[in-house]
């Protein structure tokens, strides 16, 4: 890639585009209530934030021995989110000032998730960025959620971009560790309260330890645009 042409950028989607943590844990409780398994927590939940949604059910069903079948389970999980997620999930306003300034200067654009297609695109449609992220890639369209670079490397392939010339923004330990296992360069914006000391956190080019609340698009968009000034 010539080093005047924009820097692609993939976004993660939950937690970092849109706060929908908080319907992924309702959901979480309501199936596994469904199952004999009561008294989820915010704390038990906190510890798959960034991992995918298959490979969540997948712990938890070994974890509590539910009989049910993985893909039963998912179909559950997805059902009691989207019922959530279609009408009350929040997009971050500095977030989206982000996206529409790279969308603007010309920069190519994707989300990569571990959420089913289904749910990425539901959480997007009614949203103003549904017409600024049109390239989507779910787990379910590669082998292995995050921390494998699966989807990052699909989305950078998508984008028609080598990895090492994109930009991934993320709020999870997880997804940090797919964009470097993918070789790229990472802004972090810690989801969860005191995750920024997390180690996987060390590989991000640029770290907003506080969070959604001290996330600054503009100091974020001067970082990638100086990272695509030094390909």
Not at 58 to 63: D, H, K, P, S, Y
Request: charged share 20%; hydrophobic share 45%; aromatic share 6%.
């Amino acid at each position: 890639m010539s080093p005047s042409l924009p820097v692609p950028v993939i976004f993660d989607l939950d937690g970092t585009l849109v706060d929908s943590e908080p319907h992924y844990f309702a959901a979480a409780r309501t199936v596994l209530a469904a199952h004999g398994v009561p008294g989820f927590t915010w704390e038990e939940h906190e510890r798959f934030i960034g991992i995918g949604t298959r490979e969540t059910v997948e712990t938890l069903r070994a974890r509590y021995g539910i009989s049910a079948p993985v893909d039963a389970l998912l179909a559950e999980k997805n059902t009691a989110y989207l019922a959530l997620a279609r009408s009350s999930a929040q997009v971050y306003a500095p977030m989206q000032q982000l996206v529409e300034r790279l969308h603007a200067g010309g920069h190519p654009l994707a989300v990569a998730s571990g959420s089913s297609r289904t749910a990425i695109d539901a959480v997007l449609s009614d949203t103003a960025l549904d017409r600024l992220l049109p390239v989507r890639v779910s787990a379910e369209d590669v082998g292995r959620g995050k921390p494998a670079p699966d989807v990052f490397l699909e989305a950078a392939r998508l984008l028609d971009a080598a990895p090492a010339d994109c930009v991934v923004v993320e709020d999870a330990p997880p997804g940090v560790e797919a964009a470097r296992r993918a070789g790229m360069r990472c802004v972090a914006v810690p989801y969860a309260p005191g995750a920024a000391g997390d180690a996987a956190f060390a590989s991000a080019g640029l770290v907003f330890p506080g969070g959604q609340a001290e996330f600054d698009p503009g100091r974020a968009y001067d970082w990638v645009r100086q990272a695509g000034s030094g390909r």
